[in-house]
């Protein structure tokens, strides 16, 4: 059974810092990873799709790459803003289109 | 991508009634899901709601506490029936378009049970 674990919970951060954000998996047999913002009270928002042939992807101040051998894939963010303060999760769909999710990064940028 | 939408956005039910929650996508896709977000956990898969014929349901969800109707390829509703206190959650539609299947979510559905 797949397993989707995010590290850190939390974390607070001052306004400018560059952060990572750290998903792993246990199942390497996976179609595609992607990362997503959910606001409070909020419905997702997609970020990033990483295909499970590809090692990363960007937008913007935000790079995510996977490492399937391994298990794990890391959001980069750099310069933070105080508008990047969401809930971050991490979502691997299997082969037969069932995404499995992450608990989540829940990420404070102070101002 | 998709616009998804929901209808209703929140609702406070009583224990022993049922809610239909509506999800409304702006162009045809084939895979539409329903997901649950209990308090404080993330989300979980329901079902997939198939169009044209009966929806497939993870393990842990039945057609009776969950029926889901797919009459078209830009409509789904999921009836959570029987409702107790334990089905207060954030029900989320979702599509999948694209060569990639990429996901995208309706805003969710926040649902109370009293």
């Known amino acids: 059974k797949q397993e989707v674990t995010q590290i850190p919970a939390a974390l607070s951060v001052p306004e400018g810092e560059n952060l990572v954000l750290n998903c792993s998996f246990t199942?390497?047999?996976?179609?595609?990873l992607q990362w997503f913002r959910q606001d409070p009270g909020k419905g997702l928002t997609s970020l990033l799709l990483?295909?499970?042939?590809?090692r990363e992807q960007t937008s913007g101040r935000l790079n995510a790459s996977l490492d399937k051998s391994s298990g794990r894939s890391t959001l980069y963010i750099a310069a933070s803003q105080p508008g990047d303060s969401a809930t971050y999760l991490c979502?691997?769909?299997?082969?037969?289109?069932?995404?499995?999710f992450g608990a989540g990064t829940i990420l404070r940028v102070k101002s | 991508s998709a616009v998804i939408s929901q209808k209703p956005s929140r609702d406070i039910c009583q224990r022993g009634t049922s809610l239909t929650i509506q999800c409304q996508v702006d162009s045809q896709v084939t895979m539409m899901f329903w997901y649950r977000q209990q308090p404080g956990q993330s989300l979980t898969l329901i079902a997939t709601?198939?169009?044209?014929?009966?929806?497939?349901?993870e393990s842990g969800f039945v057609i009776d506490k969950f029926p889901i109707s797919r009459p078209n390829l830009t409509f789904s509703t999921l009836t959570v029936s029987n409702m107790s206190p334990e089905d207060s959650s954030i029900y989320l539609c979702s599509v999948a378009k694209g060569s990639s299947y990429e996901q995208y979510f309706g805003p969710g559905t926040r649902l109370t049970v009293t």
């Open positions: 979502a691997v769909k299997e082969y037969g289109n069932k995404l499995v």
């Open positions: 990483i295909q499970s042939s590809q």
């Open positions: 199942d390497s047999a996976i179609y595609n």
């Open positions: 709601a198939n169009q044209g014929s009966e929806a497939t349901y």
